[in-house]
């Protein structure tokens, strides 16, 4: 995410970070990369222009000069700009409706099928009861892909296929929300490939009816300013609330994130980070800001463990771990665990100085040999798995042709279990012994 201009910020904090003192000559050098990394990154013109001078403007203050790691306070005024651009802080969805309705709107093929279903999802794991509606009367295939989506999440879907009237499709929404106590009714309207003004009316007639308090701009990240010229065509038309942005996993550059809320002055409220249905975030301009500038997003990987690791299970493996009984069963549970988090980019993406390991790393590799010891250890029997000491050759060949791998490959997976298996008893000892000592290591007794 953002690797292209993250990687050239992080090249002019270098050389920031070594400045001693500061004059408005490398005030001006170092800032003349950042804004080349900007535009690099398809920023808006008029929005790096603004932003460099602000930051000019902040860098050369007397503070600054007189600090004694100037780079460092200027690093520290980057950040905080770059957070304003972004937005400030997280502005959230606002639900206060009996049900509260929400409009998705965009160009086709911006993703506002499936971003409807991921936040019906994000909604229902916070407690509420939402309920999808099939709006796009001119593509048969949203419906059936909404339809599909809603099954999925086992979140209930309003389809009537064969209707053209937007507005009938609504009213029975309105129904159905009615009866079945739905908080949230959720839109998935249509779009084009360009907009035009049949498209801009049969959403402002929806608009005008449903009443929505959100109305949610889905726009695909990677299209960059182009972007930011359609958010303001449809805030024109309907008073837009916020954006979506869409394939954020896969943006380089950045352009569209960071010049939309400066351009339209609508907030950011979400982003899609991949293509499972819960790989759907709330947009942190302080955290997005962070991850740009290498500085990683360790409160967003806590918070998305904290969703994907049940809390009962966690216990019981860290109990299981502590006594020295830790098996290939549990190794298993722990690698599903890990693939919930989300691709290893994803997850290093998020670290401090993620940026420059993902630089360095090949993480194909490292996803192929998880999928491997997965596929090794599901060839296993409950059994096998549970106790490694029965593995006899014979057993070894079965398992290794059930997962399509040679015994060699078996063979080093359970050397590495079993090295692992050392370290966890030795561990167990060294607790067991600090508990005797009430919880002071050797050598610190008084």
């Not at 004694?68 to 905080?80: R, V």
């Not at 796009?136 to 949203?142: G, K, L």
């Not at 209930?156 to 106590?181: H, N, Q, S, W, Y």
Request: proline share 3%; charged share 30%.
């Amino acid at each position: 995410m953002f690797e292209s201009i993250s990687g050239k910020l992080q090249s002019v904090f270098r050389d920031l970070r070594g400045l001693g003192k500061i004059s408005e000559s490398n005030v001006s050098d170092s800032l003349r990369e950042v804004r080349m990394a900007l535009l690099d990154a398809d920023v808006n013109f008029k929005v790096a222009k603004a932003f460099i001078a602000r930051v000019k403007e902040k860098a050369l203050g007397e503070r600054v000069i007189q600090s004694i790691q100037p780079g460092q306070q200027i690093i520290k005024i980057i950040h905080d700009e770059l957070v304003d651009l972004l937005g400030s802080t997280n502005s959230a969805l606002r639900l206060d409706g009996q049900p509260s309705n929400i409009m998705m709107v965009g160009l086709h093929g911006a993703g506002k099928t499936t971003s409807s279903g991921k936040l019906a999802n994000l909604l229902k794991k916070r407690g509420k009861k939402p309920l999808l509606v099939a709006a796009d009367v001119y593509r048969p295939a949203a419906m059936d892909q909404l339809e599909s989506i809603a099954k999925q999440l086992e979140v209930p879907c309003v389809v009537m296929r064969g209707e053209t009237d937007v507005l009938k499709i609504a009213k029975k929404a309105k129904e159905e929300a009615t009866l079945g106590g739905h908080d949230v009714v959720i839109y998935d309207t249509a779009g084009r490939l360009q907009i035009d003004e049949p498209l801009v009316q049969e959403l402002v007639r929806l608009r005008d009816l449903v009443k929505p308090l959100e109305i949610l701009l889905v726009l695909d990240a990677a299209t960059g300013q182009e972007a930011v010229n359609v958010a303001t065509h449809f805030d024109e038309a309907l008073s837009l609330t916020g954006a979506v942005l869409t394939k954020l996993d896969g943006d380089a550059r950045g352009g569209a994130a960071l010049s939309l809320k400066e351009v339209t002055g609508k907030p950011i409220k979400f982003a899609g980070v991949g293509e499972k249905l819960d790989e759907f975030d709330e947009f942190h301009p302080e955290r997005m800001a962070s991850r740009i500038l290498g500085m990683g997003d360790v409160v967003s990987l806590v918070e998305r463990a904290a969703e994907a690791v049940d809390e009962e299970d966690a216990k019981r493996m860290e109990e299981r771990m502590r006594k020295g009984q830790f098996t290939l069963e549990d190794f298993l549970e722990q690698l599903r665990q890990m693939k919930k988090l989300g691709s290893l980019e994803s997850i290093i993406g998020m670290l401090p100085g993620g940026g420059d390991m993902l630089a360095n790393a090949d993480l194909s590799k490292g996803e192929k040999e998880f999928k491997r010891m997965e596929g090794i250890i599901c060839a296993m029997t409950p059994l096998e798995r549970r106790k490694v000491n029965i593995l006899n050759a014979s057993r070894r060949r079965r398992i290794a042709k059930g997962s399509g791998v040679t015994v060699t490959e078996v063979n080093t997976l359970l050397q590495k279990f079993a090295q692992m298996q050392k370290m966890m008893k030795k561990m167990s000892k060294f607790s067991k012994m600090m508990g005797k000592m009430g919880g002071k290591p050797p050598g610190m007794m008084r």
